[in-house]
């Protein structure tokens, strides 16, 4: 069977919950007093919408059923990071001078293998899709090069699944590390990631169905960039012109992270330049 007969919501849903359970800290360090101020302030959003709309029996318990469903599905870190996380990272990254940040997502993974510039992601052969040559400067907001910066990279694949969290694909397929070079250039070689679908099988994709909203992602490329001294970037690159770049379900797109690769003069692969730049830690 392939990847794409074999994906299941609740597999790529389990897995994306155990990550995020391996490697946060889970509400370590809130406060009561904050902990009584957000969480009271939702309550009474929810309550208000209850009785501005007038909410039924039937319409509470299919929410309650929903709910039980999204856990089990294990789809808590999918629907937070499509319709959530766009306004924390909002907050989060507000007084930034250097490149926009974005949304994380559920499928980060540490440790990815690291390679120096010029660096091509581990990658199936013949790995389906246009090659891309993603190349670029980190560089300070002085536009000073940051030497030896640390690029990490992941995306999914040709048909839109990523390592890890869809069967069959290699531990480390389209994901890496990147060492750049003591001017801060990179030279990254990888594949053009196709849209990303959110699972339509899971709770998440009952809601879309059910509301009548659509279910996907442009095309991207995910990224967190560091360097010594400076704040690391976690943000994600789009392709100009692609479906949903203008109608993103995770409200995550931005227009100063729009790509527009060209071709090569020799032919079938796509390259384009874009400079990271890293803020100083405060
Ligand atoms: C993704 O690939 C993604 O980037 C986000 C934010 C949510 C679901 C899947
Ligand atoms: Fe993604």
Wanted: charge should be negative; glycine fraction near 10%.
């Amino acid at each position: 069977m392939t990847t794409e007969t074999q994906a299941t919501a609740a597999a790529s849903g389990a897995g994306a919950t155990a990550r995020f359970r391996e490697n946060k800290q889970i509400g370590g360090g809130t406060s009561q007093e904050r902990v009584n101020a957000l969480a009271g302030r939702l309550l009474k959003a929810v309550n208000d919408i209850v009785l501005d709309e007038k909410v039924t029996y039937d319409e509470y318990n299919a929410f309650k059923a929903w709910l039980i469903q999204v856990g089990e599905d294990g789809e808590w870190p999918l629907f937070l990071d499509v319709w959530v996380e766009h306004s924390v990272e909002e907050v989060a990254n507000d007084n930034r001078h250097g490149t926009k940040g974005t949304i994380e997502g559920p499928y980060y993974i540490p440790d990815a293998p690291t390679q120096n510039t010029p660096a091509t992601l581990q990658m199936r052969k013949d790995e389906p899709g246009t090659p891309l040559l993603f190349q670029g400067q980190a560089k300070n907001v002085a536009g000073e090069p940051l030497a030896g910066a640390l690029i990490e990279l992941w995306h999914a694949d040709d048909l839109g699944f990523y390592s890890q969290f869809a069967p069959g694909l290699p531990e480390w397929n389209l994901r890496g590390s990147v060492i750049a070079d003591g001017e801060g250039y990179f030279e990254i070689n990888t594949i053009q990631p196709a849209p990303y679908q959110i699972p339509t099988d899971g709770a998440c994709g009952a809601l879309i169905a059910t509301a009548g909203w659509h279910a996907w992602r442009p095309a991207h490329l995910h990224f967190k960039v560091s360097a010594p001294g400076h704040q690391p970037i976690t943000t994600q690159l789009y392709f100009e012109g692609g479906e949903h770049v203008v109608d993103d379900i995770a409200s995550a797109v931005k227009p100063e992270l729009i790509l527009a690769p060209t071709r090569r003069a020799d032919g079938h692969c796509r390259e384009v330049t874009y400079d990271f730049i890293l803020d100083p830690e405060d």
